[in-house]
Structure formats: C-alpha cells, structure tokens
C-alpha cells in the first residue's frame, strides 16, 4: 500500500470546482441568528442572558452545564428575541437564543487578543480555548479543549492538522488554506504549544496543490520549517478521517475503540487551527465560520464566512436562491451530512456545508435484497461488515452488532454509496450504534444504584 | 471382523461416557428449591420478559430467592399472583388493576403532516435518528410500529391511519411497547381511566396548528371548565390526573382542538354485525355469534 493511503474507500465525483476558486466572501447581515443551548454532543448549556437584552459581538452568552461543553458566545451585536425551543438541523426541538442583530457589530470589551502568548503555559492555552467554545470545525463539534487536555500517561509526539476535506463539494478548509495560511500556521503553533509536542503534519489531499504551497510559503516565513510539514496525501475518501489521516501521514494505526493520543497524535482540523489563532490574534471567539453553499439547487454557490446561526436559506438566498425545485438541503457534505428537515434550520459551529440537491438528484431508492456482493465489506475503511451489521440491526440484535465492532463505523458512507441494492448501510448501523449506546448508558446507571 | 471391533469399541465408549455423565450428574447434583418448578409451572411460559426477568424462570429464580415480587408477572396478572403467593406462602394485597396500553396521538395520516419522505429501516426509533423522524410535530407518533413489534402477545396492529391500535382483550399490560416508543406516546391505563388528552406536544398553538389539525393547542379551555380541577397545564399541553377525573366529559366537550377522548365510548374499530361475518378480525360482540361458527 502507498504511503499517503489507507485499505478501502472510494473516489467519489469530487464536484469542488464549483467554488473551489472562489475567494471567500463576507456574509451579508443576517436578520437573526439562532445560538443553539445544546451541543449536540448531548451536552446543554444554560442562558446567561434573558430575553430582551442588549448583547455584544462576542459577547458569552451561555455556558456549559456538563464538563465536556463549551461557552457559546453571541455572532452579532443586538437584541435577544427569544429563549425558547427551535427545531434544529437534526430535526430535534432544542433550546436555542435568538438574537437580532442591530448592525452595529458593536464588540465585547472581552474580546481582546491574548497578548503573552508565546509565555502562556499549555493548561492556560486550553483554557482560553475552552472559554472561546472552540470546537472541532470538521463538523462533529466535539470541544477542542477535551481533545488537548491528556491523560497524564499519553505520550504523544505530533500534532495532525487535518486539511484533507475530502467530502465532495466542500472547499471551506480548502480556501481557508490558500487564503489564510499564515493563520492556520499560527494556530497551529499554539495548539502544539498546548500539547507540548515540537512536531506538527498539516495533511492536505493532493487535489489542493495551490493549498500545500500557500502552507509551505507560510511555514517558510514563519520559520517554522522543520517542526511543521505539510504532506499531500492521496485524494481518496475518506481521506478525512481521523483515523485514516493518521495512518497516511504517520503510519500509524490506531486500534479499534481507541483514541488517536493512544498512538501519539492529537488531531485538528485546519478550520479550528484558524479558530485558535482569531482567538488569540484578534480577540474573537468562535462566532464565524467559513461555509460552502453549493449544489445543484443554488443558483451561484460561493464559499461564505458566516455567522454561527444564520439559518440555511439565508445563506442560499445570498447565493442567488435556489434554482428548480430543490429536493434536498444537506449540512455537511454529500457523504456524511445530514439531510435538514427544513431551509430555516439553524447552523452551527460544525456546519462546514449547505449542499442543495435538486429534486432528481436527491431522488431515493427503495432498497432491494443484499445479492451478498461483498462490495460494502471490500471498502469499509474501518475493515467492518456492513452488510452483516444492517442484519444485526434490522433483528435488533443489538448484543450481535456490538460484537461486529458496529461501534467502530465511522459513518462515513461508503458502504451505502457503492451497495448496488441501494441498502441504507449507514443509516442501519448508526441505529445500532445508537442502541448499543443507551444500553451501555442504561447498563451504566443501574450499576451506579 | 473389521466391523464387529467398531461395534465393540463404539459400544465400549458409549457405555464409559453414560456411566461418567451418570455419575457426575449424581455427584455435582444442585440442589434446587421446589419452589422454583412450582413457581414456573404457574407461570404462563411465554417468556416474553416483560417481568425484566430472562424468561419465566428467571422470574421465577428471583421470586423465590425474594427479590422479584410474587405479583411481578405483568401477563398472568392477579390469577398468576395469586397461585405464586399461595406457593410462597405470602399474602397479596390485590387492589392493583390491570393496565392497557393507550396510543396517545391521534395524529394520523389524515391530520398530521409529515415533511420528507422516510426510506430507512421501519422502525420507529431508527427513524427519529433521521432528521428527528418525518412527522412535522416532532411529539407525534411516527408510525413504524416500534411498539407493534414489541409486543409479544399480537396486541398491537398498525392501522392503515397509520396510528397502532390496541387490542385489549390480548393487551397484557406488560408495558413493553412502553419501552419501545422512543417518543413515550404509549401509555398504560387502567380501563376506568379513560379520559384522556391524546397528544404529547409541548409545542406552543400556532406551531401544533402547522403540523397538525388535532393537537393540543395549549388554550387550557378543558382545565377551566373542569369541576375537578383534574387537569393542570404542563408546558403548552392539558394533562388530566386520572385519579381525580370522574369522567363527566365536560372536557371532551368544551376543547376545540377535539383531542380529549372518553376511550369506554369510542366506538370499536369493526362494527359487529351484518358484513363482518368473513372478518378473522371480527370476535363478535357480547351475546353475538362467532364469526367462524
Ligand atoms: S460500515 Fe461504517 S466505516 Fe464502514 S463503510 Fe460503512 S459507514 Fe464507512
Ligand atoms: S454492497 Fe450491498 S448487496 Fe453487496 S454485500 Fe454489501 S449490502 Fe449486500
Ligand atoms: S406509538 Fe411510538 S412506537 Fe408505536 S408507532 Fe407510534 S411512535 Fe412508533
Ligand atoms: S371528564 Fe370531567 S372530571 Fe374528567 S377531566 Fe374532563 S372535565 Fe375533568
């Protein structure tokens, strides 16, 4: 197997070309932005303003009320409309602060640049992170500061930048990469100091070249060559993930059940990298993000830097709208996003992209048999059987599916795009791994009584 | 010759493998309460584990080890208690009434919308994984039949509303379609409770009357007008404290979203009567003939 590979996967149309020139663009005003009280990460936090306040760009508006979340913070200067519940782009009812914004952008007195960084120690960088609601941009949203603090016995030796961005249609990270280096760079300087490694890989798939040499150009005048690489790796889905990235840039392969420190890395994604350094350079919390709006359904896609909340048809609207009749709105790439209920779903930290499929292309199948072609257990990069776990699912044996390591899948969708009986793999296996996760949970609390 | 030694040594090994099994089932014989066997003859023996027990003998294992109550089996009901406490030589105290499952949703296909179309495994909780499940009222019944398939006793059936209903006459009361509703839409009732708002939705008015034409929209106008006081508003929905309720239907009356039912005066879903006698479904009514005689 090449270097810069991995066993398994697929090479989907990678459909990037759309936005993949286009510089990014300011959002326009929203006319609210939706700040969601829950983390999806099944952590909630509690308001700490009211409705009808007068709240600042930047300004921290809800804190955790578990260990693992982090604060959120207001997008915009304005007025808060409501505290309520909202239906989410996962098309559950969550708490949620609706802010309007007056279009001042007044900023917080909070939000000033850290100005001793380079003395700072590595608990005093994650806190800051911490109190900045940095979370991971790739699109799970699992808190940055959880993935930095270590066990006290982990001996890691590299911080992983991950700028694969190998879903089809995305170029959020992407144009981050050539527009941005020097910050993504800078973040990841400080992520490596919070870590205490003095090695960094930013790993770019070799379908970005203008991306790897806008990196190398800016490690060359951050002096910094020699303690961060930037290594173009094969353009291969899912490239992306963790796991996988690891094995293609390290060689290392990380055990099923495992985490990434447990073989010595810790990985970020390009976009959290730039997080860390607008944090630390410009004062700013993680209230924008760079998200691609792109699809057949929209009239002219573009890469914009948005506010955190602005619900989805805002941002197709500023794209021109949608063009025909579209069948699908997807946050998140084709591969592993998740289908929204409606346009008026609220973004979040983690939406790296609106994909609107238009109605013939967002058609569905109905599943047929399994012809037990073994394309599914051929390229499963995580080497599961996914056939054999949508059986266990489908039984509801869940204990049987545990057994096949469901656990293990990282959704990433290849199973169900290559079936040529079109059986809903992923969405089987993800139900298993739900269930298998409430009977740990249940298991779990009846053995606390 | 050949054959004659195969018999032989066959024969041979046969004979020490009965003996040593023979003795050893003697020698690490365990000893083994009376009780249990009595207890699990009384038992229904289907197994269904609804007691939270592994099967019947699991219930009945933990009966006489004492750590199940004798009135644990939720399918034998108050006849099955009773013979358990004569076998454990226990008193019961039988005030208990027997519970039945209760759809609380009368969203069905007709007043309830749904926003996308689902294609995924049918069942109730892998469809909430997508989207939150299609149905516009993110309270409402999804109608997969999570709860069908629980049930082990055929009490259940998915109508073609696309609402489950309930056959009390097999419904046990065991509460396993409780379990399995992943939006706590089935609920056990005992038969004299039967007044009932049938809705889950905390949502406020305006957003039940998008989804759905017979929500509770949350005006309180049933808890004004009960004389009881037996319904208190929780969160945008009427919930009726059975035990205060006298059934005097005020409530049905007075709510404009219609969603309060009296279940002993619902008419049953087969009228029995001319038309119905090739109906396997149809068990006749009380004093009319069996449909198959
Ligand atoms: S089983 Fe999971 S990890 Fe394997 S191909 Fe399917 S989605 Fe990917
Ligand atoms: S790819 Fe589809 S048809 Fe082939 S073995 Fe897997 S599930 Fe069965
Ligand atoms: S009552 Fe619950 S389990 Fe039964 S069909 Fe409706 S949503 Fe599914
Ligand atoms: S039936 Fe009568 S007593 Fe019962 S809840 Fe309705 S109004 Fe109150």
Redesign the interface.
């Known amino acids: 197997m090449p270097r810069g590979s991995f066993r398994g996967g697929i090479h989907p149309p990678e459909n990037k070309s759309s936005t993949s020139g286009l510089p990014i663009v300011a959002a326009q005003r929203p006319s609210k932005v939706v700040v969601l009280l829950n983390m999806g990460t099944g952590s909630a936090l509690s308001s700490l303003v009211a409705k009808g306040d007068l709240v600042h760009k930047g300004q921290k508006i809800a804190d955790p009320i578990g260990r693992f979340g982090v604060p959120s913070h207001s997008p915009v200067s304005g007025k808060v409309a409501a505290i309520g519940?909202v239906?989410?782009g996962?098309?559950?009812?969550d708490q949620a602060i609706t802010i309007e914004p007056d279009g001042q952008d007044t900023l917080d007195e909070s939000c000033v640049p850290v100005e001793n960084a380079d003395s700072l120690s590595p608990a005093e960088i994650v806190s800051i992170i911490r109190e900045a609601g940095i979370v991971g941009m790739g699109g799970a949203q699992f808190p940055t500061h959880v993935k930095l603090t270590l066990p006290p016995n982990a001996k890691v030796d590299a911080l992983l930048i991950n700028g694969a961005e190998c879903e089809p249609y995305l170029t959020a990270d992407h144009r981050l990469m050539v527009e941005r280096p020097e910050d993504v760079v800078r973040g990841t300087r400080i992520l490596m100091k919070a870590i205490g490694v003095d090695r960094a890989v930013i790993g770019v798939e070799d379908n970005k070249p203008d991306a790897v040499e806008a990196l190398q150009r800016a490690i060359a005048s951050a002096a910094a060559a020699g303690t961060i690489d930037v290594v173009a790796v094969r353009t291969h889905y899912p490239q992306g993930s963790e796991k996988h990235l690891i094995k293609s840039v390290l060689g290392r392969e990380v055990a099923p059940g495992c985490l990434p420190f447990s073989v010595g890395v810790v990985v970020n994604n390009v976009g959290t990298a730039v997080a860390v350094a607008d944090r630390f350079d410009r004062g700013l919390p993680l209230i924008e993000r760079v998200v691609t709006v792109t699809g057949s359904g929209v009239a002219n896609p573009a890469n914009i830097m948005m506010k955190v909340g602005t619900s989805a048809i805002e941002l197709i609207e500023q794209c021109g709208g949608f063009v025909g009749d579209p069948g699908k709105i997807i946050f998140g790439g084709p591969m592993m996003g998740?289908?929204?209920?409606?346009a008026e779903a609220p973004t979040t930290r983690g939406t790296s992209g609106i994909l609107v499929l238009d109605r013939a292309e967002s058609r569905?199948?109905?599943?047929m048999p399994c012809i037990r072609c073994g394309r599914c257990v051929e390229l499963c990069p995580m080497r599961l059987e996914p056939a054999l776990l949508h059986q266990w699912?489908?039984a509801?044996l869940w204990s049987e599916a545990e057994a096949y390591h469901a656990l293990d899948c990282i959704e990433c969708g290849v199973c169900s795009y290559e079936c040529p009986s079109r059986r809903?793999l992923v969405?089987?296996i993800?139900?298993a791994k739900?269930?298998i996760g409430a009977r740990r949970r249940a298991a779990r609390e009846r053995g606390d009584k | 010759m050949n054959g004659l030694s195969a018999l032989l040594s066959l024969g041979a090994l046969g004979l020490i493998f009965g003996l040593s099994l023979g003795v050893a089932a003697k020698k690490f014989a365990v000893e083994r309460d009376p009780r249990v066997d009595e207890i699990l003859a009384v038992l229904p023996g289907a197994n269904c584990g609804a007691c939270g027990y592994p099967g019947c003998s699991g219930l009945a294992d933990a009966v006489v080890a004492g750590s199940a109550p004798v009135d644990a089996c939720p399918v034998g009901k108050a006849p099955v208690a009773a013979r358990v406490a004569e076998i454990m030589g226990v008193k019961l105290d039988s005030s208990a009434e027997p519970k039945y499952a209760r759809v609380m949703c009368l969203g069905d296909r007709a007043r309830a919308v749904e926003?996308?179309?689902y294609?995924?495994?049918r069942?109730c909780?892998?469809a909430q994984?997508?989207?939150?499940?299609a149905k516009g009222c993110?309270y409402g019944c999804l109608g997969l039949g999570s709860c069908v398939n629980a049930c082990q006793f055929g009490a259940m059936s998915m109508g073609d509303d696309g609402l489950p209903k309930v056959d009390d006459d097999l419904c046990t009361g065991c509460g396993k379609c409780v379990a399995a509703c992943p939006r706590g839409i089935v609920q056990l009732r005992a038969k004299k409770d039967s007044v009932n708002v049938m809705c889950q939705s905390h949502?406020r008015g305006p957003e039940v009357k998008k989804v759905c034409s017979i929500g509770c929209i949350g005006c309180g106008i049933c808890a004004k007008n009960c004389p009881e006081k037996a319904i208190t508003m929780v969160d945008s929905l009427a919930v009726i404290d059975n035990s205060k309720c006298t059934r005097c239907g005020i409530c049905i009356a007075k709510c404009p979203a219609k969603c309060i039912i009296d279940y002993a005066k619902i008419e049953p879903a087969l009228p029995v009567g001319a038309g119905c006698e090739n109906l396997a479904s149809c068990r006749g009514g009380e004093g009319g003939s069996q449909a198959a005689s």
């Open positions: 519940a239906r989410t996962l098309g559950t009812m998740a289908a929204v209920p409606s569905s199948f109905e599943p699912s489908e509801r809903n969405q089987a993800k139900y739900a269930e | 926003l996308f179309e294609r995924g495994i069942d909780r892998a994984l997508v989207g939150g499940g993110t949502a």
